[in-house]
């Protein structure tokens, strides 16, 4: 890292001025970094400066979610994760509006991990879903409360006051917030109070579904906002690992750094004990600089006793998915309703078809590498300074391994350069932590090369799937099969969060979510299993989309198969089975429409796509495939189509468009919508066609963008994107869009060439191995 440091009048548009110069600069104003011990670390992205906004004069909370002040300012407390999503703006976005404040006068503030701000986590396309109740009803009370106040004051019903545009206003009478927080308005509201309170009409939401700014664009575009890797504080040390070779079963032996001493601010070498098992076999660098802590860790020589790891690769993992899926009884049983015997519809059955299907290792590749800062602080809190998407997951791992109590640690919120799942597990923060404390609170600032990012990376595990369906004489479905199996990130790290089946296991759902889908289809049994010997050999992780990235790929490539297996439109016969009836018809307040409305963008990308078409090229075709986002319980129905072609003698894959239609409910932020559909389906292409490593020895063997290569810029196509137009509840949008590519590319393929690809990603040698045996 480059810490080059400037005067501190240098102005944003001196020439040649890069960001990381600007920080610097700032730095010496000090406008941003050598914050105070209680201060916060982040420069808040919601307000012009980037500093967290103070009241002017009183201030008035009508829940914790945010405060009004005497100047009319809407300032809203953020539990969400900031990663280029602007989430901040559209949780303001939902109170604002409820609330009736000026979009000018809200401002956002990501908050720290104060135990009151209850459960914070940012994933699962849950941010928008989940606030949507909380803060409409937190705006609605900050609405009766300014109305309240307003009709005492002029002695009038309150019926015939009205809030907008940052006034209250009734008849002839008009007066804005600030004014009415600075004459001492102080009513509460108890919770019973707040669920009970009337929402608005969904036809009187004045900014829902508007083109407005965003909230953080400027900070986030100026070089103001701040991330992790940018945060620093007085007196701090430089800290960089050196990694045991695999992730667990490695005890350092012994430590030479002989050949460290002579570079300059080389310190020492530190041998971690982590009580909470995070990182074990970890040993630190410390130095004065992050250069010479690197440059140190290059000649620090340790010595290992490894573990049964060592001998583990992806076939091993994969042998051992495909032994859990032959075992008809391992695994547990999700409820898929009571639809009947499956083991007999298969016995009677006229027909049967079954495939596998199976994904690579997966690493998430964020571009800012993880890093943490961590000291001791004056009150004797630790305070860690990093980019995070799950707080109450971290927090306890940390109080495990430094020894304190829950109130003995805080995490302070910074922008994430990226995040994908690889930010909800914390496990980066642990290290940091370990080494202050070895050297008695001292702060300490770790930052993974991007080569130990990616051995240390909670990746996407090697997965499987099979599928069986059986079919009676008049090749009517009677009855499916469904098996998963996988490393569970959940059960590693937060088992709590797992549900039992109906058999009594326990079951990981994000490594389920997709396989309970929405399709009719008679007798349905679905098993999620466990796979032991990846997560004793790595630390699964979750990764943009979870199960559904995979497991709809086997769903929705079956699918296709299946009806051509029978002689059936692969577009009729989806449509054909999704069926509104019983557990598929949906339930209020989420899931309405059930199968109706996956039936309908399904339909709708068919035309908008010009699926069937019979005028296309040579080898060249259109796949669809449709799903429904991140699980039941949140479904966001998604119908995706993809124009490719491919090249028989090199066996390349072109992908020419993509066309996506999006029921998400509500759309809160269409600009915001559309970017997180967009970026989710060039991510979901790129785990089709180009993403993939695999472990050998334990050990991922593609560490950095050199060999590991996902999607570049001249190989993204055009997309074409619709969103539904709806009332319903908004649901998530971060990450069903990676979910339909895959299938749909590969539903493509056989339609163009006659081939099955059944492997992601779908390589070029692939594709000329299928070409050649006509099937894969």
């Known amino acids: ?3 080059q440091r400037l005067p501190s009048d240098d102005r944003l548009d001196a020439p040649r001025l890069s960001r990381r110069a600007f920080l610097v600069s700032m730095c010496a104003a000090g406008a941003v970094f050598g914050f105070p011990r209680s201060g916060l670390a982040a420069m808040n992205p919601g ?22 002040d005497t100047e009319g300012r809407v300032n809203v407390n953020v539990i969400r994760a900031e990663m280029g999503q602007h989430v901040g703006t559209a949780i303001a976005r939902i109170l604002a509006d409820e609330l009736g404040a000026r979009w000018q006068d809200v401002h956002i503030d990501h908050v720290d991990s104060d135990p009151k701000w209850g459960t914070m986590v940012t994933g699962g396309s849950w941010s928008v879903w989940q606030s949507w109740p909380v803060y409409r009803r937190a705006g609605a009370a900050g609405r009766v409360a300014l109305a309240e106040k307003a009709a005492a004051l002029w002695g009038v019903n309150v019926d015939s006051v009205t809030v907008a545009d940052g006034r209250v206003s009734a008849g002839s009478r008009s007066i804005g917030f600030g004014e009415l927080v600075r004459q001492g308005l102080d009513r509460p509201f108890s919770e019973d109070e707040l669920k009970a309170l009337p929402l608005k009409p969904h036809d009187q939401l004045t900014l829902l579904g508007q083109d407005l700014k965003a909230l953080d664009i400027d900070t986030k575009t100026n070089g103001q906002a701040i991330y992790g890797i940018d945060a620093k504080v007085e007196g701090m040390v430089h800290a960089a690992p050196i990694l045991p070779p695999t992730r667990y079963d490695c005890v350092i032996t012994a430590i030479d750094d002989s050949a460290a001493k002579g570079i300059k601010g080389y310190r020492q070498t530190l041998k971690l004990d982590d009580p909470s098992g995070t990182a074990p076999g970890w040993a ?53 309703g009571d639809t009947g015997d499956v083991d007999a519809a298969f016995a009677d059955a006229a027909d049967t078809f079954q495939a596998d299907y199976s994904t690579q290792t997966v690493l998430h590749f964020q571009l800012e590498p993880v890093n943490a800062l961590v000291f001791r602080n004056d009150d004797g809190v630790w305070e860690v300074h990093t980019g995070n998407q799950w707080q109450s997951l971290c927090l306890p791992w940390l109080q495990k391994a430094l020894g304190v109590d829950e109130d003995q640690v805080v995490m302070r919120t910074y922008m994430l350069g990226g995040g994908f799942g690889r930010r909800l597990n914390g496990d980066y923060a642990i290290p940091a932590a370990l080494a202050s404390k070895a050297l008695d609170g001292k702060p300490v600032k770790m930052i993974l090369t991007r080569a130990d990012d990616s051995h240390f990376d909670s990746v996407r595990p090697p997965t499987l799937s099979r599928l069986r369906m059986a079919f009676d004489a008049d090749k009517k479905v009677v009855a499916m099969d469904s098996a998963v199996a996988s490393g569970w990130p959940t059960k590693v790290m937060i088992p709590g969060f797992m549900p039992k089946g109906t058999n009594g296991e326990p079951y990981d759902p994000f490594s389920s979510d997709g396989i309970d889908h929405w399709y009719g289809v008679g007798a349905q049994r679905a098993r999620a299993i466990s796979n032991e010997l990846a997560e004793h050999t790595f630390r699964p992780g979750w990764l943009r989309s979870v199960s559904p990235g995979w497991i709809n790929f086997a769903v929705e490539s079956f699918m296709d198969e299946a009806a051509r297996h029978i002689g059936a439109d692969p577009l009729r016969f989806r449509l054909d089975h999704f069926k509104a009836e019983g557990r598929n018809a949906g339930l209020a307040p989420n899931s309405v429409g059930g199968a109706r409305r996956q039936a309908a963008v399904l339909e709708r990308v068919a035309e908008l796509s010009g699926y069937g078409r019979d005028d296309l090229p040579a080898d060249s075709a259109i796949g669809i495939a449709t799903t429904y986002g991140q699980s039941r319980d949140m479904p966001t129905w998604v119908g995706g189509a993809v124009h490719l072609s491919v090249d028989r003698e090199s066996g390349r894959v072109h992908v020419h468009k993509i066309w996506l239609v999006v029921d998400c409910g509500t759309v809160v932020d269409p600009n915001g919508a559309r970017a997180q559909v967009e970026g989710s389906a060039l991510w979901g292409l790129s785990m089709a066609l180009y993403e993939g490593t695999e472990f050998k020895n334990g050990r991922v063997v593609d560490t950095n963008l050199d060999s590991y290569q996902p999607l570049r810029m001249i190989d993204a196509p055009e997309i074409e994107i619709e969103l539904v137009e709806s009332t319903e509840v908004p649901v998530g949008l971060g990450e069903p869009g990676t979910t339909v590519v895959a299938p749909a590319i590969a539903n493509g393929i056989q339609a163009a060439v006659g081939a099955r690809l059944r492997h992601l990603p779908i390589t070029p040698a692939a594709v000329l191995e299928a070409l050649k045996e006509g099937s894969a």
């Open 1 to 3: 890292m480059d810490e």
């Open 47 to 68: 307000t012009t400066d980037g500093q967290p906004l103070e009241a002017a004069g009183r201030r008035y909370e009508p829940t914790l979610w945010y405060w009004i």
């Open 284 to 336: 630190m660098v410390i130095a004065d600089s992050h250069w010479a802590a690197r440059q140190a860790a290059d000649r620090v020589k340790v010595s290992y006793r490894t573990g049964d790891a060592t001998d583990v690769g992806e076939a091993e993992i994969q042998a051992e998915n495909r032994r859990l899926i032959d075992d008809s009884g391992a695994g547990a049983i999700m409820d898929t």
